[in-house]
Protein backbone atom coordinates (compact mmCIF):
# COMPACT_ATOMS: atom_id res chain seq x y z
CA UNK A 1 0.00 0.00 0.00
CA UNK A 2 0.98 3.47 -0.62
CA UNK A 3 0.11 6.11 0.85
CA UNK A 4 -0.47 9.58 -0.83
CA UNK A 5 -1.69 12.38 1.28
CA UNK A 6 1.53 13.26 3.25
CA UNK A 7 -0.08 15.75 5.43
CA UNK A 8 -2.95 14.24 7.08
CA UNK A 9 0.47 11.84 8.27
CA UNK A 10 2.32 14.45 10.12
CA UNK A 11 2.50 12.91 13.00
CA UNK A 12 3.00 8.93 12.94
CA UNK A 13 3.13 7.97 16.68
CA UNK A 14 -0.59 8.80 17.22
CA UNK A 15 -2.17 5.65 15.81
CA UNK A 16 -5.81 5.04 15.55
CA UNK A 17 -7.48 5.04 18.49
CA UNK A 18 -8.84 1.46 19.23
CA UNK A 19 -9.31 1.64 22.97
CA UNK A 20 -12.36 3.96 24.50
CA UNK A 21 -14.58 3.84 21.25
CA UNK A 22 -17.04 1.08 20.11
CA UNK A 23 -16.39 1.16 16.29
CA UNK A 24 -19.02 -0.68 14.37
CA UNK A 25 -19.79 -0.94 10.65
CA UNK A 26 -23.15 -0.32 9.22
CA UNK A 27 -23.17 -0.33 5.65
CA UNK A 28 -21.55 -1.71 2.57
CA UNK A 29 -21.48 -2.46 -0.78
CA UNK A 30 -20.09 -2.75 -4.62
CA UNK A 31 -21.14 0.01 -7.06
CA UNK A 32 -20.51 0.08 -10.84
CA UNK A 33 -21.27 3.68 -12.42
CA UNK A 34 -22.20 4.16 -15.85
CA UNK A 35 -20.65 6.77 -17.54
CA UNK A 36 -24.03 9.16 -16.77
CA UNK A 37 -24.23 8.34 -13.58
CA UNK A 38 -23.16 11.38 -11.61
CA UNK A 39 -24.92 12.39 -8.36
CA UNK A 40 -24.78 14.22 -4.80
CA UNK A 41 -25.11 12.48 -1.20
CA UNK A 42 -25.91 16.19 0.89
CA UNK A 43 -24.43 14.68 4.33
CA UNK A 44 -23.21 11.78 4.95
CA UNK A 45 -22.59 10.36 9.02
CA UNK A 46 -20.04 7.85 8.80
CA UNK A 47 -16.24 7.71 8.13
CA UNK A 48 -16.01 6.53 4.72
CA UNK A 49 -13.86 3.54 2.92
CA UNK A 50 -14.09 4.18 -0.63
CA UNK A 51 -12.07 1.96 -3.01
CA UNK A 52 -11.89 2.16 -6.96
CA UNK A 53 -11.65 -1.49 -7.79
CA UNK A 54 -11.35 -1.04 -11.93
CA UNK A 55 -12.21 2.41 -13.99
CA UNK A 56 -11.62 5.45 -13.13
CA UNK A 57 -13.32 8.84 -12.20
CA UNK A 58 -13.54 11.35 -9.42
CA UNK A 59 -15.22 12.89 -6.60
CA UNK A 60 -15.96 16.40 -4.74
CA UNK A 61 -15.87 16.29 -0.95
CA UNK A 62 -17.33 19.43 0.27
CA UNK A 63 -15.90 21.38 -3.23
CA UNK A 64 -12.67 19.21 -3.18
CA UNK A 65 -12.07 17.04 -6.26
CA UNK A 66 -10.03 14.38 -5.43
CA UNK A 67 -9.04 11.77 -8.17
CA UNK A 68 -10.34 8.08 -8.31
CA UNK A 69 -8.08 5.24 -10.50
CA UNK A 70 -7.47 1.54 -9.83
CA UNK A 71 -6.41 0.68 -6.20
CA UNK A 72 -7.26 3.89 -4.58
CA UNK A 73 -7.99 3.52 -0.80
CA UNK A 74 -9.57 6.59 0.31
CA UNK A 75 -10.85 7.31 3.78
CA UNK A 76 -13.26 9.96 4.01
CA UNK A 77 -14.66 12.58 6.82
CA UNK A 78 -17.52 12.14 8.93
CA UNK A 79 -20.64 14.29 7.69
CA UNK A 80 -19.43 14.76 4.44
CA UNK A 81 -20.76 16.44 1.40
CA UNK A 82 -19.78 13.93 -1.75
CA UNK A 83 -20.62 14.31 -5.44
CA UNK A 84 -19.39 11.28 -8.06
CA UNK A 85 -18.33 12.00 -11.01
CA UNK A 86 -17.11 8.91 -13.18
CA UNK A 87 -14.94 9.11 -16.32
CA UNK A 88 -17.08 8.68 -19.47
CA UNK A 89 -14.87 6.02 -21.12
CA UNK A 90 -14.11 4.21 -17.81
CA UNK A 91 -16.96 4.35 -15.54
CA UNK A 92 -15.08 3.42 -11.99
CA UNK A 93 -16.66 0.17 -9.87
CA UNK A 94 -16.34 0.84 -6.60
CA UNK A 95 -16.38 -0.74 -3.01
CA UNK A 96 -17.60 1.01 0.07
CA UNK A 97 -17.84 0.67 3.84
CA UNK A 98 -19.50 2.85 6.19
CA UNK A 99 -17.57 2.78 9.81
CA UNK A 100 -19.28 4.57 12.89
CA UNK A 101 -16.17 5.42 14.94
CA UNK A 102 -18.15 5.45 18.02
CA UNK A 103 -22.04 3.39 18.29
CA UNK A 104 -22.86 3.75 21.73
CA UNK A 105 -23.52 0.29 23.91
CA UNK A 106 -26.98 -0.56 24.53
CA UNK A 107 -28.34 1.76 22.01
CA UNK A 108 -30.95 0.65 18.99
CA UNK A 109 -28.86 -1.62 16.53
CA UNK A 110 -29.57 0.15 13.00
CA UNK A 111 -27.54 -1.08 10.07
CA UNK A 112 -27.57 1.72 7.74
CA UNK A 113 -25.77 4.98 7.74
CA UNK A 114 -28.02 8.30 7.05
CA UNK A 115 -26.54 9.98 3.70
CA UNK A 116 -29.43 13.17 4.12
CA UNK A 117 -30.72 14.74 7.04
CA UNK A 118 -33.94 13.22 6.07
CA UNK A 119 -32.86 9.70 7.01
CA UNK A 120 -33.26 7.55 9.95
CA UNK A 121 -30.45 8.04 12.70
CA UNK A 122 -29.01 11.35 11.27
CA UNK A 123 -27.49 12.79 13.83
CA UNK A 124 -28.49 10.16 16.47
CA UNK A 125 -26.89 10.80 19.88
CA UNK A 126 -25.81 7.03 19.64
CA UNK A 127 -23.54 7.49 16.95
CA UNK A 128 -20.57 10.15 16.68
CA UNK A 129 -17.12 10.83 15.16
CA UNK A 130 -13.37 9.75 16.92
CA UNK A 131 -10.59 12.25 16.11
CA UNK A 132 -8.20 9.79 14.55
CA UNK A 133 -5.23 11.76 14.00
CA UNK A 134 -3.78 9.79 11.67
CA UNK A 135 -6.69 9.88 8.91
CA UNK A 136 -7.97 13.36 9.09
CA UNK A 137 -10.12 14.62 6.49
CA UNK A 138 -9.62 12.73 3.16
CA UNK A 139 -6.62 10.36 2.78
CA UNK A 140 -5.53 8.49 -0.06
CA UNK A 141 -3.72 4.62 0.36
CA UNK A 142 -2.85 2.89 -2.87
CA UNK A 143 -3.75 -0.95 -2.01
CA UNK A 144 -3.84 -4.42 -3.47
CA UNK A 145 -7.35 -6.73 -3.45
CA UNK A 146 -4.98 -9.38 -1.74
CA UNK A 147 -3.90 -7.49 0.91
CA UNK A 148 -5.64 -7.97 4.48
CA UNK A 149 -7.88 -4.43 4.15
CA UNK A 150 -8.82 -5.17 0.20
CA UNK A 151 -9.88 -8.84 1.57
CA UNK A 152 -11.61 -7.20 4.29
CA UNK A 153 -13.66 -4.89 2.28
CA UNK A 154 -14.74 -7.56 -0.04
CA UNK A 155 -15.46 -10.00 2.89
CA UNK A 156 -17.34 -7.28 4.59
CA UNK A 157 -19.19 -6.16 1.49
CA UNK A 158 -20.39 -9.56 0.36
CA UNK A 159 -21.71 -10.49 3.87
CA UNK A 160 -23.76 -7.03 4.02
CA UNK A 161 -25.25 -7.99 0.22
CA UNK A 162 -26.15 -11.41 1.57
CA UNK A 163 -27.58 -10.80 4.54
CA UNK A 164 -29.41 -7.37 4.10
CA UNK A 165 -27.68 -5.52 6.30
CA UNK A 166 -25.41 -6.79 9.66
CA UNK A 167 -26.34 -7.90 12.77
CA UNK A 168 -25.30 -6.20 15.76
CA UNK A 169 -22.55 -8.38 17.22
CA UNK A 170 -21.35 -8.49 13.13
CA UNK A 171 -21.10 -5.09 12.76
CA UNK A 172 -19.19 -4.32 15.67
CA UNK A 173 -16.58 -6.99 15.63
CA UNK A 174 -16.00 -5.48 11.81
CA UNK A 175 -15.83 -2.09 13.34
CA UNK A 176 -12.84 -3.49 15.51
CA UNK A 177 -11.44 -5.55 12.64
CA UNK A 178 -11.25 -1.85 10.46
CA UNK A 179 -9.91 0.35 12.80
CA UNK A 180 -7.04 -2.40 13.50
CA UNK A 181 -6.64 -1.88 9.56
CA UNK A 182 -6.81 1.61 9.68
CA UNK A 183 -3.97 1.15 12.33
CA UNK A 184 -1.86 -0.25 10.40
CA UNK A 185 -2.30 1.74 7.62
CA UNK A 186 -1.46 4.75 9.31
CA UNK A 187 1.75 2.76 10.47
CA UNK A 188 2.94 1.54 7.27
CA UNK A 189 1.39 3.27 4.77
CA UNK A 190 4.35 5.65 4.09
CA UNK A 191 6.66 5.06 0.93
CA UNK A 192 5.68 1.41 0.60
CA UNK A 193 5.42 0.83 -3.72
CA UNK A 194 4.81 -3.12 -2.87
CA UNK A 195 8.14 -3.83 -3.36
CA UNK A 196 8.38 -3.80 -7.08
CA UNK A 197 10.54 -2.37 -9.75
CA UNK A 198 9.42 0.29 -11.36
CA UNK A 199 9.39 -1.23 -14.39
CA UNK A 200 7.12 -4.25 -13.45
CA UNK A 201 4.77 -1.51 -11.76
CA UNK A 202 4.34 0.16 -15.22
CA UNK A 203 3.60 -3.30 -16.72
CA UNK A 204 0.98 -4.29 -14.34
CA UNK A 205 -0.54 -0.72 -14.41
CA UNK A 206 -0.88 -1.38 -18.56
CA UNK A 207 -1.92 -4.64 -17.96
CA UNK A 208 -4.61 -3.23 -15.26
CA UNK A 209 -5.61 -1.11 -17.95
CA UNK A 210 -5.70 -3.29 -21.11
CA UNK A 211 -6.38 -7.08 -19.62
CA UNK A 212 -9.23 -7.09 -21.84
CA UNK A 213 -7.11 -6.59 -25.03
CA UNK A 214 -5.11 -9.99 -23.70
CA UNK A 215 -1.44 -7.87 -23.93
CA UNK A 216 1.50 -10.71 -25.27
CA UNK A 217 4.98 -10.81 -24.01
CA UNK A 218 5.99 -9.14 -26.50
CA UNK A 219 3.22 -6.08 -25.94
CA UNK A 220 4.70 -5.71 -22.15
CA UNK A 221 8.60 -5.94 -23.79
CA UNK A 222 7.49 -2.65 -25.39
CA UNK A 223 6.15 -0.88 -22.32
CA UNK A 224 9.85 -1.22 -20.71
CA UNK A 225 12.05 -0.82 -23.47
CA UNK A 226 13.06 -4.07 -22.50
CA UNK A 227 13.84 -7.87 -23.66
CA UNK A 228 11.41 -10.58 -23.60
CA UNK A 229 13.56 -12.45 -20.97
CA UNK A 230 14.02 -9.78 -18.91
CA UNK A 231 10.04 -9.30 -18.87
CA UNK A 232 9.75 -12.96 -17.85
CA UNK A 233 12.45 -12.52 -15.36
CA UNK A 234 10.61 -9.42 -13.42
CA UNK A 235 7.56 -11.58 -13.69
CA UNK A 236 8.48 -14.68 -13.01
CA UNK A 237 10.77 -13.11 -9.51
CA UNK A 238 8.62 -10.90 -7.79
CA UNK A 239 5.14 -12.52 -8.42
CA UNK A 240 5.96 -15.93 -8.83
CA UNK A 241 3.96 -16.61 -12.43
CA UNK A 242 4.74 -15.92 -16.09
CA UNK A 243 2.72 -12.42 -17.54
CA UNK A 244 0.01 -15.14 -19.31
CA UNK A 245 -1.04 -16.17 -16.18
CA UNK A 246 -0.80 -12.68 -14.29
CA UNK A 247 -2.64 -11.10 -17.11
CA UNK A 248 -5.21 -14.36 -16.68
CA UNK A 249 -5.89 -13.76 -13.00
CA UNK A 250 -6.61 -10.12 -13.95
CA UNK A 251 -9.38 -11.48 -16.14
CA UNK A 252 -10.80 -13.93 -14.31
CA UNK A 253 -10.74 -11.23 -11.00
CA UNK A 254 -13.19 -8.69 -13.16
CA UNK A 255 -15.50 -11.65 -14.77
CA UNK A 256 -16.47 -12.43 -10.54
CA UNK A 257 -16.28 -8.42 -9.56
CA UNK A 258 -18.68 -8.22 -12.49
CA UNK A 259 -20.85 -11.10 -12.01
CA UNK A 260 -21.51 -10.59 -8.35
CA UNK A 261 -22.01 -6.90 -8.40
CA UNK A 262 -23.48 -5.71 -11.59
CA UNK A 263 -26.53 -6.80 -14.07
CA UNK A 264 -24.89 -7.30 -16.88
CA UNK A 265 -24.91 -10.06 -19.05
CA UNK A 266 -22.87 -13.11 -19.62
CA UNK A 267 -21.96 -11.96 -23.16
CA UNK A 268 -21.20 -8.72 -22.27
CA UNK A 269 -19.09 -9.42 -19.28
CA UNK A 270 -17.25 -11.89 -21.63
CA UNK A 271 -16.91 -8.98 -24.06
CA UNK A 272 -15.56 -6.96 -21.51
CA UNK A 273 -12.58 -9.23 -19.99
CA UNK A 274 -11.76 -9.94 -23.59
CA UNK A 275 -13.68 -12.97 -24.91
CA UNK A 276 -16.19 -11.74 -27.26
CA UNK A 277 -17.74 -15.05 -27.89
CA UNK A 278 -20.44 -16.48 -25.47
CA UNK A 279 -19.40 -19.98 -25.63
CA UNK A 280 -15.69 -19.01 -25.45
CA UNK A 281 -16.02 -17.05 -22.54
CA UNK A 282 -17.96 -19.61 -20.82
CA UNK A 283 -15.88 -22.93 -21.53
CA UNK A 284 -12.77 -20.41 -20.47
CA UNK A 285 -14.38 -19.17 -17.21
CA UNK A 286 -15.80 -22.84 -16.42
CA UNK A 287 -11.85 -23.83 -16.60
CA UNK A 288 -10.64 -21.62 -14.52
CA UNK A 289 -13.12 -21.26 -11.51
CA UNK A 290 -14.49 -24.79 -11.87
CA UNK A 291 -18.03 -23.74 -12.06
CA UNK A 292 -19.60 -21.97 -15.19
CA UNK A 293 -20.32 -18.06 -14.96
CA UNK A 294 -24.01 -18.55 -14.47
CA UNK A 295 -23.54 -21.12 -11.89
CA UNK A 296 -21.17 -18.62 -10.17
CA UNK A 297 -23.45 -16.23 -10.39
CA UNK A 298 -26.21 -17.95 -8.73
CA UNK A 299 -24.61 -19.37 -5.93
CA UNK A 300 -22.99 -16.02 -4.59
CA UNK A 301 -26.26 -13.90 -5.11
CA UNK A 302 -26.33 -12.08 -7.98
CA UNK A 303 -28.22 -8.70 -7.27
CA UNK A 304 -31.74 -8.51 -8.71
CA UNK A 305 -30.89 -5.20 -10.04
CA UNK A 306 -28.29 -2.52 -9.89
CA UNK A 307 -26.84 -1.78 -6.73
CA UNK A 308 -27.59 2.22 -5.83
CA UNK A 309 -24.97 4.41 -3.92
CA UNK A 310 -27.76 5.29 -1.11
CA UNK A 311 -31.45 5.56 -0.77
CA UNK A 312 -31.01 9.47 -1.73
CA UNK A 313 -32.60 10.18 -4.90
CA UNK A 314 -30.81 13.23 -7.19
CA UNK A 315 -32.60 16.19 -7.37
CA UNK A 316 -34.05 16.66 -10.96
CA UNK A 317 -32.43 18.48 -13.33
CA UNK A 318 -34.15 22.25 -13.56
CA UNK A 319 -33.69 24.39 -16.97
CA UNK A 320 -31.95 27.48 -17.62
Known amino acids: MDVLNESAFANREEAVPIHGSS ?128 LLMDYSIRRFVDSHGFDEEEGRRLGFLFVRELQLLAQTGAGRDFGYPEQLRRMMAYIDKGFHLSPTVGDLSEVVGRSRSHVLKLFNKYLGMPPKDFIKERQVREARELLLSTTLSIAEIGQSVGYPDPFHFSKWFSRQVGISPSTYRKNHGPFSKRPTGSLHKPAPKTAR
Request: include cysteine; glycine fraction near 6%; charge should be negative.
Open 23 to 150: PAVCRAGYFQFTADQSFTNGCVQSRGLFWCKTGHGRFYVDREMHELEPNDLYILPWNRRIRYVPDVKEPMFTGHVHLIPDYARDSEWISDVPHESNEVAFNSPDRSDVDWPAVRGVTRFRIRADEPIG
